[in-house]
């Protein structure tokens, strides 16, 4: 079956996560795969560079992404009010096609070589806003606090959302750097600080 670059990469990448769900990560191939979306596996081995990639595709762009979102926060918050407008601006995207992403996270959650893919992608998440932050004039090294910090209370209202959590997704950020807040103001002084 032919088609366009992109809906050849929208069938692989339907397929893998159809295959994935119905047969688990590790007893699926590529070639199943590429077999599932009706091309050939060398099509296949074209778009990802292993089985992995099909469920992390579109990571750089979202890195990109939110990257800009930083950037178009307006000047003079502090690095965590920045990062909560950032997110909260990213909710469409976030959201988007949240039944794909709800299969998808099954899929990792059953598998630990997913799972440590994904703490990967969230490695670089936290650069790229860490940069981010950066170019606003953010400190290095507060940089990567708020960056650590802040994609870590995404991921959990990430995973909050796809669970089904009877809060919004912008409820569950607000709450979540709010948890982070307390957290903060909760614990003692460094000795020596």
Request: charged content about 30%; hydrophobic content about 45%; cysteine-free.
């Amino acid at each position: 079956m032919a088609g366009s670059r992109k809906d050849v990469r929208d069938r692989l990448l339907r397929a893998a996560l159809d295959l994935f769900s119905e047969r688990g990560y590790d007893r699926t191939t590529a070639a199943d795969i590429a077999d599932r979306a009706d091309v050939t596996e060398r099509t296949y081995f074209r778009h990802f560079s292993d089985k992995r990639e099909a469920l992390f595709d579109g990571e750089g762009a979202l890195q990109h992404a939110l990257a800009g979102a930083v950037a178009e926060v307006p000047a003079g918050l502090s690095p965590s009010e920045t990062l909560l407008r950032a997110f909260l601006a990213m909710i469409p995207a976030l959201e988007h096609e949240g039944d794909l992403k709800k299969r998808r996270q099954a899929v990792i959650a059953a598998a630990p070589e997913l799972r440590e893919r994904e703490l990967s992608k969230e490695a670089h998440l936290i650069s790229g806003v860490a940069e981010a932050l950066e170019t606003r004039g953010v400190r290095a090294p507060v940089a990567v606090l708020a960056a650590v910090s802040g994609i870590a209370v995404l991921s959990r209202a990430r995973l909050e959302w796809l669970a089904g959590a009877s809060d919004d997704y912008a409820t569950l950020l607000r709450t979540g750097f709010a948890d982070l807040r307390a957290a903060l103001a909760s614990e003692p002084a460094s000795p020596g600080r």
